[in-house]
């Protein structure tokens, strides 16, 4: 069975710091998808970046760009540039391709940014 | 863009009493899938719907059920509530696209047992 693992139940980081958040995986296919998913406090499931395994090259999207390191099952989320908004819950979440399946999330690291 | 629409946004429910939650997907997302969320919980998989065909089941209890409708708009039923049915319920819809696995939420049913 697929799994995901979040290490750090909580960070902080100063605006306008950089901030990475830790995501480990296992699975057994080739084929799957990654994604981070953003809950600031108003509970909404965002959408923030998302990686396919079969590409190489780490996912970017503005201030938000991934670590994909494959071979050891690491799917990393940096955070530059830190902003107030940027508080909230972060999950990242496996699914596996080509089936359409459900979503199996991480347990979660809580980001305070902090002024 | 339209996104996805959740009713109620919120419920307040007594034990052993039914409730329904209505989700409608984005326009042409031909899938659906219903998640809930505990307090300081990640989301967990109940079921999902491709082409109003149930296509995958996860931790859902036998209490509850679910459908597509021909619409594509998807009800989860839920009866005997009990207290640890108190959670956040989401809905998510995608289209399956070959290559692309992204799932829209929608702003979720805040469902309180009492």
């Known amino acids: 069975a697929q799994t995901v693992t979040q290490s750090q139940p909580e960070m902080s980081v100063q605006e306008a710091e950089t901030v990475t958040l830790s995501c480990t995986y296992d699975?057994?296919?080739?084929?799957?998808?990654l994604f981070w998913y953003k809950q600031p406090p108003s509970r909404q499931m965002i959408l923030v970046i998302r990686?396919?395994?079969?590409?190489?090259q780490n996912a970017t999207e503005n201030r938000f760009s991934v670590n994909f390191q494959k071979a050891a099952k690491s799917f990393s989320l940096k955070i530059s540039d830190s902003q107030l908004g940027d508080t909230a819950m972060y999950f990242c979440?496996?699914?596996?391709?080509?089936?359409?399946?459900?979503?199996?999330f991480g347990k979660g690291t809580k980001l305070s940014v902090k002024p | 863009a339209a996104g996805v629409i959740q009713s109620p946004r919120h419920l307040i429910k007594e034990k052993r009493e039914t409730a329904t939650l209505k989700c409608y997907p984005i326009?042409?997302?031909?899938?659906v899938y219903w998640y809930q969320q505990g307090p300081g919980q990640d989301p967990q998989f109940l079921i999902s719907?491709?082409?109003?065909?149930?296509?995958d089941k996860g931790s859902i209890p036998d209490r509850f059920s679910a459908q597509q409708f021909s619409d594509y708009h998807s009800e989860l039923n839920m009866s005997s509530l009990e207290l640890g049915d108190s959670a956040l319920y989401f809905c998510?819809?995608?289209?399956?696209?070959?290559?692309?696995?992204?799932?829209?939420f929608g702003p979720g049913t805040r469902l309180t047992v009492t």
């Open positions: 998510a819809s995608s289209l399956k696209v070959v290559g692309v696995e992204e799932q829209y």
């Open positions: 699975t057994s296919e080739n084929n799957y998808y």
């Open positions: 990686q396919e395994a079969y590409k190489q």
């Open positions: 979440a496996f699914i596996e391709g080509g089936s359409q399946g459900n979503l199996i």
């Open positions: 326009p042409r997302h031909d899938t």
């Open positions: 719907f491709y082409e109003k065909m149930q296509s």
